[in-house]
């Protein structure tokens, strides 16, 4: 097969930190390459030089063959290359064909106005050829994550580049939009385009690559194809030790009587008036896990919004230990004794220009510790960074710097550090686990158990349901944000959680 892009000695420094070490890849036309490892190992630098987002310190990137400088995103599309990012970065009032018009439109006629009809017409027979599945006038605020992500590619597609990045595609869908994310990307394959994936699930792995590269450090640590490799291979190689993909939860701890935390007849309107949640009532023992699961969309998110203070409830009433909390601002819940893992780590839980320090005591910045005559201490708030990278194994190239120069997984760990430091007595985590690595994730998840064992409660918001099911100590299950079943993760299968996912109760057997 001919080599579509080849690295030579590529190299990233920031300041003396080396993000990527001389890396030479070669990457076959057609193919579908993972880039694995773990977080802060140099993925995304590695392909921001690719598409032209950073400039490389040192070494050469060839494109079929010819060397290419990547000044700018123009340059890689021009040769091909386009990129899907984490976070989109499409218009969300615009419409789907507006959206993969923007940027190109005035170029390709030579006049200023364009031809409306022939364009959506253009843009429909790209989706339909690609099994997309958008309707290319549909307002982008009014469509779903993993359609805003089809429009990304079809941005692309639409640019005609015939190699395609992608850069933790995954993390933020669903389990049923990873499927057709992953049939997608085959798809692209089988017209001929060559993918390049980053993702942190080895699943996705397994399932799409062809072969795999694993950093380390900045540096390729590995190089292999997908048949002569398997997932504790990679696992092995990415973290440099043998890694436990399932959670070691014994549940021998004791959950007790007395009710924590209460949540009764709780209705709450979004934005635009409708009803997301719809008379819940809960409660937490203290001592539990209680999970929360259920297909995104169906009111989680908006639930832990309201227990965090960062939404109002219509009616009803929240309890923590006896005292109504019921609409109390962050920052007092955690006075209180709620620590908070957002579900948007960049929106609500960092500040992305404010200092590394400064964000590991954020929301409780004004301990007695660290402010005293309204001065902050900080040799002490260095001190606790500190503690805090080395008891998480926070990986970041300049502690003095920005939390915004850090990577998305290593950004998620400060927060859990952050609030598990602080001794709550509740922990409301929110996709806790959401871009970080397997020897991370593993780490997490011994922290929760950690703090449920001492006797502490948690309520936790995942997407994932493995993490759930392993996790929890019961688990209630969301549908059109109301409760539609209660289960013990030990008693119930995955086809039942499933069935109660999708609206249909145990008993009745019918749609709710
Ligand atoms: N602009 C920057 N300034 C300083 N350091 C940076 C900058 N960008 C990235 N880094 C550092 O380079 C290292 C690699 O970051 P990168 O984002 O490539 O990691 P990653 O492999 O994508 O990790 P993740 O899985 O968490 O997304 C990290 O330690 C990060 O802190
Ligand atoms: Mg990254």
């Excluded at 929360?292 to 832990?304: P, R, T």
């Amino acid at each position: 097969m001919k080599s579509i892009i080849q690295t030579v000695n590529l190299t990233r420094k920031f300041g003396d930190f080396v993000a990527n070490n001389n890396i030479s890849l070669d990457i076959k036309e057609g193919e579908i390459r993972c880039i694995v490892g773990e977080n802060g190992a140099g993925k995304s630098t590695l392909m921001n030089m690719l598409y032209g987002l950073l400039a490389p310190s040192s070494g050469q990137i060839l494109i079929r063959g010819q060397e290419v400088k990547m000044n700018s995103p123009l340059t890689a599309i021009g040769v091909g290359i386009g990129m899907v990012h984490q976070h989109f970065k499409l218009v969300s009032s615009l419409t789907v064909y507006e959206n993969i018009l923007l940027g190109v439109e005035i170029k390709k006629k030579n006049s200023l106005l364009i031809d409306r009809k022939e364009e959506i017409k253009k843009v429909a027979k790209m989706i339909e050829d690609n099994h997309l599945q958008l309707n290319p006038t549909d307002k982008i605020e009014d469509i779903s994550i993993g359609e805003r992500q089809r429009v990304e590619i079809l941005k692309m597609l639409y640019r005609n580049v015939d190699i395609l990045i992608l850069d933790e595609p995954t993390a933020v869908l669903t389990p049923k939009e990873v499927d057709d994310l992953i049939a997608t990307l085959k798809l692209l394959k089988k017209q001929g385009k060559t993918i390049i994936v980053i993702t942190h699930k080895l699943r996705e792995v397994m399932e799409l690559a062809d072969s795999i590269t694993v950093l380390k450090h900045g540096n390729v640590v590995g190089d292999v194809l997908k048949e002569d490799t398997d997932e504790k291979d990679i696992a092995r190689m990415m973290v440099g030790r043998d890694v436990c993909l399932t959670v070691q939860n014994d549940r021998k701890h004791t959950i007790e009587d007395e009710i924590i935390y209460q949540v009764d007849n709780l209705n709450v309107l979004n934005d635009e008036g409708k009803k997301v949640i719809n008379n819940i009532s809960f409660n937490v023992h203290k001592g539990e896990i209680l999970g929360i699961a259920g297909v995104e969309g169906n009111g989680q998110s908006e639930l832990i919004k309201v227990l965090t203070g960062l939404m109002e409830i219509e009616s009803g009433k929240v309890s923590f230990c006896g005292k109504d909390v019921t609409n109390w601002w962050p920052k007092d819940l955690r006075k209180k004794g709620i620590g908070i893992i957002p579900e948007d780590r960049y929106a609500t839980g960092l500040c992305k220009e404010m200092s590394v320090s400064d964000n590991c005591i954020a929301g409780y910045h004004d301990n007695k510790e660290i402010l005293k005559y309204g001065l902050y201490n900080s040799k002490k708030i260095d001190e606790i960074r500190d503690k805090y990278i080395k008891e998480f194994d926070i990986r970041l190239g300049d502690k003095r710097g920005v939390i915004g120069n850090l990577s998305g997984g290593n950004a998620q760990k400060v927060i859990i550090a952050r609030e598990l430091a602080s001794n709550p007595k509740i922990l409301m985590a929110c996709q806790p686990t959401r871009g970080v690595d397997i020897g991370s994730i593993e780490f997490i998840h011994k922290e929760i158990l950690k703090f449920r064992d001492q006797g502490n409660t948690v309520i936790l918001v995942s997407s994932e349901l493995s993490e759930i099911m392993s996790l929890s100590d019961r688990v209630i299950v969301m549908y059109k944000g109301q409760i539609t079943g209660e289960i013990s993760p030990t008693e119930v299968s995955t086809v039942e959680i499933g069935l109660l996912m999708a609206g249909i109760k145990k008993e009745d057997g019918n749609e709710n």
